[in-house]
């Protein structure tokens, strides 16, 4: 299992007299102008949920003790009127929790998160949007920031796979029992100060010529995209997925990322690319 984090301090943006100069460049669509304020309390928010989330996938205890049962009705599992005709759903109560879902939230491929504010984030999986899903189903849960710690508030499952509640908790039993099974060894934190990765002036500051001297066509572009990931973003990229999937902080939420990025990330990631063109020219 990797490494997880406590997060011990806040990243730090800060702004170099020197580098190189130019005009904000947007990496995707959007071309949001933040302040340096802004542009830290974005990169500490995205940092410490995925700290949160590398727990919740892999610590039971830790999992079930950050979950507000209940959290609705729970369409997947549904019990009988008192004539035994009619179904209801039931409470998604302790006895429905899958505790391998933080894992699917991880490695599903078809689950993605999205901000509703600093203190709020739903994350929704849609099995159609994977090749062999043989259903159109899935499950959303919120997460919120309740006195300083993150809880899943509400949840469901939704779509054709529903089933009857004694048999789908019966199911719920005796999987939950096997990822404990395969999740007994005592957590482990790793302590951490400052902003993570192993490039992280490129978020601290405005990158120089000389930060980038020596460097290869494959170590500038791990540097670009660890810009990207230090803000969740989910990465398509085969061999990039597996490099930060090995990294203890990372964890991918977001399908795009652009308007999370700051100013200087944004010139940042324009100036390694050039040099990325560049490095790639000599070489042929």
């Known amino acids: 299992m990797r490494t997880h984090l406590i997060l011990l301090a806040a990243a730090a943006v800060l702004l170099a007299a020197c580098g190189h100069t130019g005009g904000v460049s947007s990496v995707g669509d959007e071309s949001m102008v933040q302040t340096e304020e802004q542009s830290v309390a974005t990169i500490t928010r995205d940092i410490e949920f995925m700290v949160f989330l590398h ?3 892999e610590d039971p205890d830790f999992q079930m003790q950050h ?4 959290l609705g009705k729970l369409s997947y599992a549904n019990i009988f009127d008192e004539e035994g005709e009619t179904f209801y759903p039931d409470d998604f109560t302790e ?15 078809a689950g993605y998160f999205t901000w509703v504010n600093d203190n709020k984030i739903v994350y929704d999986y849609n099995c159609s949007l994977l090749e062999d899903c ?15 710690e993150w809880y899943v508030t509400a ?8 089933g009857i509640a004694d048999y789908q908790a019966g199911y719920v039993a005796s999987q939950n029992e096997l990822f404990r099974k395969e999740h007994k060894e005592p957590y482990t934190s790793y302590e951490y100060n400052g902003t993570p990765g192993d490039y992280p002036q490129a978020s601290e500051r405005r990158l120089t010529e000389q930060d980038l001297q020596g460097m290869d066509s494959k170590q500038l572009r791990l540097m670009r995209n660890e810009i990207m990931a230090r803000h969740g973003y989910a990465f398509k990229n085969e061999d990039l997925k597996k490099h930060f999937n090995a990294q203890p902080w990372y964890f991918p939420l977001f399908l795009n990322v652009d308007g999370a990025l700051s100013d200087i990330e944004k010139e940042n ?10 490095t790639k020219n000599e070489r042929q």
């Not at 006895?95 to 491929?109: K, Q, T």
């Not at 949840?155 to 529903?162: A, I, N």
């Not at 990631?269 to 560049?278: N, S, Y």
């Open 95 to 109: 006895r429905y929790w899958l505790l391998s879902e933080g894992e699917y939230m991880r490695d599903g491929g």
């Open 55 to 57: 727990r919740f996938a």
């Open 269 to 278: 990631v324009t100036f390694i690319k050039a040099h990325e063109r560049t």
């Open 67 to 70: 979950i507000k049962f209940p």
């Open 155 to 162: 949840g469901d499952y939704y779509g054709s796979d529903v």
């Open 134 to 148: 043989w259903a159109e189903f899935g499950d959303e849960y919120t997460f919120e920031k309740i006195d300083g």
